[in-house]
C-alpha cells in the first residue's frame, strides 16, 4: 500500500470510528465521548497485519478436512 492509499485508508477508518461513535451517543450513550480516554478501531486489514490471517479473517482458516489434513 502506498503512502496516499494508507493516508486515504486511515481517513476513512477514522471517519467510520466518528461515525460509530455519533450514532453511540445519539442513540445509546449520551455524552459518550467526554469519557473515552482511548479509543480503536480495526478493519479486516488491521487484523490480517496483526494475525497474519489470510483477508483478515477474524477466526483464521476455515476447519474443513481440506485445511486441516486427513
Do not use: C, W
Amino acid at each position: 500500500m502506498g503512502r496516499r492509499d494508507f493516508e486515504k485508508y486511515r481517513s476513512i477508518k477514522e471517519d467510520f470510528s466518528q461515525k460509530i461513535l455519533h450514532q453511540l451517543e445519539s442513540k445509546l450513550i449520551p455524552g459518550l465521548r467526554s469519557h473515552l480516554l482511548f479509543y480503536e478501531a480495526a478493519t479486516p486489514l488491521t487484523l490480517e497485519r496483526y494475525t497474519g490471517n489470510e483477508m483478515g479473517a477474524m477466526y483464521g482458516l476455515a476447519s474443513t478436512p481440506q485445511q486441516v489434513g486427513n
